[in-house]
């Protein structure tokens, strides 16, 4: 197997960035606490995870599986990376992709259980090289929940890319087969991470001020 690129671990007490650095939606500007991750510290860093999945699973055909609605960006991005890297090889692999949508969260909180919501016939993936793209690690009972029922089909191979891997006593000890950054155990927003479906289109991943989640909880529980 190839050697994979060691995921970015951020420090428990790292400060973060200023906001006034960098262009920041005016209506998130009093939500948000620190840019946590810039967006082109993500996107160099894609770049390598791309180039670690080709050559751990290049060669046959891959099946990239986004999980909705949190990765759609990462997927995305890597999947961009994944092409640009294909058309520059002489052993190029083909990927198509698909779909499937899980909840786990609540606020600002892991609910504890997983609900697959929709999304891929599973059975397709019969045979095939399997990426399963996610969005964050956190306790790890999404992918406890998900891989068996990937497995069960019968696929050839299956790996994880997860773009963050929260460090927090919650988790079950879960590690994706790769992984972007590593970050302590902090709630964050932007590149398609959310707060209740807020914050999404953020293009820096940061963290929010505790009175956002109030404001923001308190949105959703009106509806």
Known sequence: MANRSPSIRIGD??????????????????DLEKV????????????????????????QHIV????LK????FFSDLLNAMETLNRNSDQASPITVDFIRVSSYCNDQSTGSVRVLGGADLSSLAGK???????IVDTGRTMQALLPLVEQHGPRM???ASLL????????????????FEIPDRYVVGYAFDYNDYF????????????AKDKYALAVQKL
């Open 13 to 30: 007490d790292a400060p973060g960035y200023d906001l006034d650095c960098f262009s920041i939606p005016k209506n998130y500007a009093q």
């Open 36 to 59: 946590f991750i810039p967006h082109g510290l993500i996107m160099d860093r894609i770049e390598r995870l791309a180039r670690d999945v080709l050559q751990d699973m290049g060669g």
């Open 64 to 67: 990239a599986l986004c999980v």
């Open 70 to 73: 949190g990765a759609y960006k």
């Open 129 to 135: 090289n399997v990426l399963i793209v996610e969005d």
């Open 158 to 160: 299956v790996r994880v």
């Open 165 to 180: 891997v929260k460090r927090t006593p919650r988790s079950l000890g879960y590690t994706p087969d790769f992984s972007g």
């Open 200 to 211: 999404r289109d953020l293009s820096h991943v940061c963290t929010l001020r505790e009175t």
